[in-house]
């Protein structure tokens, strides 16, 4: 890994990144293997290079400074992490830690001081764990509007009734983040996209069932568990924000989480990059080395090309957030586009590779997977190109047209 400082971009962003960068080459990338075998020497190691993180005032990127974090940006955020994410163990050793940091967010801007003081702070100071309970077996999770779990008064009590699906670190979680309806559909006492509420209900209360552990791509050690909630019973204080906020809070959580998983994507890609082009330079086939084949020249080409065209328009997108401009559709266009992008530059990687590229003596198979993944969770890429369409066409039909630079 070899990072210049890049002269466009202030000082402070820069000596960031290069030292980012000299934790994740250094520290990390040559210890991977230690640190996934796990036992005693990874616990060590994991436990300095967090040290290490934090002394150099790089601990939790994505937090306000006053719970601990950098307190940065969207843009040094994006910039930091596309050097970060180069490991997939780099978000976890800096102290974000999904879908922990996405509850961080959430009850920074929405929690009282009270919910900040008994769910925020030992989430941060990593003794409690956490997990957002959305998706629903039984109605579209494209379509959050459309969720069935109801959250009922009850004196001072909430009372919840629902089931869900692929609710992450849900097994380990000791409190979820639930999205309930909270408002019948022939309530006229909000709009469609104030009906639901976010609850915080601790995962030992009377009632909530944890059904199992969905496998994902043929692993059954996963953690994304269906869970069944039957008269469970919370305070009201436990509520997220006001009643009906529960859509914008979701739609708050996922945006900035949508850029988060583009600027985590592009770092692998930049890797799996790497490590494409040092192999074509160094593997003999059929005569000589492959970079000397034009096939591979080719998947050279293109990958430089998807990944620039990915990590820009991420840098736009984090621009135009920290600026708080109108995000939506550059949100939903590196929704769509990086993780399709990181999906071709890791299949040329791999198919470049031979055997090795499906094995997991490289990271590229896991890249993969995750990237197909993307495609679905946070949103399929459908949904996104729906919206785009939506607000472009939105434009001309009040006379407007579409202007790219903003
Ligand atoms: C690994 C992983 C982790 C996840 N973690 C969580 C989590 O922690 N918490 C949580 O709540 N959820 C989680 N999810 C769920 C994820 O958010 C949903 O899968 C996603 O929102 C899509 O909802 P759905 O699966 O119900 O698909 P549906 O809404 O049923 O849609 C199915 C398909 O229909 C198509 N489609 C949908 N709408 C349209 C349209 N208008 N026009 C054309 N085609 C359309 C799309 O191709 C879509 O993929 C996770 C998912 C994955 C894969």
Not at 337 to 356: K, L, Y
Request: proline share 4%.
């Amino acid at each position: 890994m070899q990072i210049a400082p890049i002269p466009t971009l202030s000082k402070e962003i820069n000596d960031i990144r290069l030292r980012t960068a000299d934790i994740v080459g250094n520290r990390i990338i040559p210890n991977e293997g230690v640190i996934y075998s796990g036992g005693d020497k990874s616990a060590k190691l994991r436990k300095e290079i967090r040290e290490e993180v934090k002394k150099q005032g790089l601990w939790a990127p994505h937090l306000p400074e006053e719970y601990g974090g950098m307190g940065n940006g969207f843009l040094t955020h994006a910039y930091m992490n596309e050097i970060l994410a180069w490991s997939p163990l780099g978000n976890r050793l800096f102290g974000v830690i999904a879908p922990n940091s996405g509850n961080q967010k959430i009850l920074v801007k929405y929690g009282t001081d009270e919910q900040k003081e008994k769910w925020l702070i030992p989430l941060i100071n990593q003794e409690m764990e956490s997990g957002f309970s959305m998706t629903e077996p039984d109605a579209p999770g494209s379509d959050p509007r459309s969720l069935q779990t109801t959250a009922v008064k009850d004196g001072d009590e909430w009372v919840i009734n629902g089931h869900k699906i692929m609710t992450s670190n849900g097994r380990r979680a000791d409190f979820l983040v639930v999205m309930c309806r909270t408002e019948d559909d022939d309530d006229d006492s909000g709009n469609a996209n104030m009906k639901m509420t976010q609850i915080i209900v601790p995962t030992d209360s009377p009632g909530l069932e944890r059904v199992r552990s969905v496998p994902i791509w043929g692993h059954t050690g996963g953690d994304h568990m269906e869970i069944k909630y039957k008269d469970v019973r919370v305070p009201l204080e436990n509520a997220l924000g006001a009643r009906g906020s529960g859509h914008q809070a979701a739609q708050d959580r996922l945006g900035a989480g949508r850029v988060y998983h583009c600027m985590n994507t592009i770092g692998q890609m930049w890797r799996a990059f790497d490590i494409m082009v040092r192999y074509s330079t160094e593997r003999e086939v059929h005569g000589g080395k492959l970079e000397t084949k034009q096939f591979i020249q080719g998947f050279i080409a293109d990958s430089y090309i998807d990944i620039q065209a990915a990590r820009l328009m991420t840098i736009h997108c984090a621009e135009v957030m920290d600026k708080d401009g109108d995000s939506r559709v550059d949100i939903s266009a590196i929704k769509v586009f990086v993780p399709e992008a990181g999906s071709r530059v890791v299949d040329r990687a791999i198919q470049m590779h031979g055997w090795r590229g499906v094995s997991s003596d490289l990271p590229l198979a896991g890249m993969f997977q995750g990237f197909r993944t993307l495609r679905l969770a946070d949103g399929p890429d459908e949904v996104h190109r729906i919206l785009i369409a939506k607000e472009i066409l939105k434009k001309y039909h009040d006379g407007l047209s579409w202007d790219f630079g903003v």
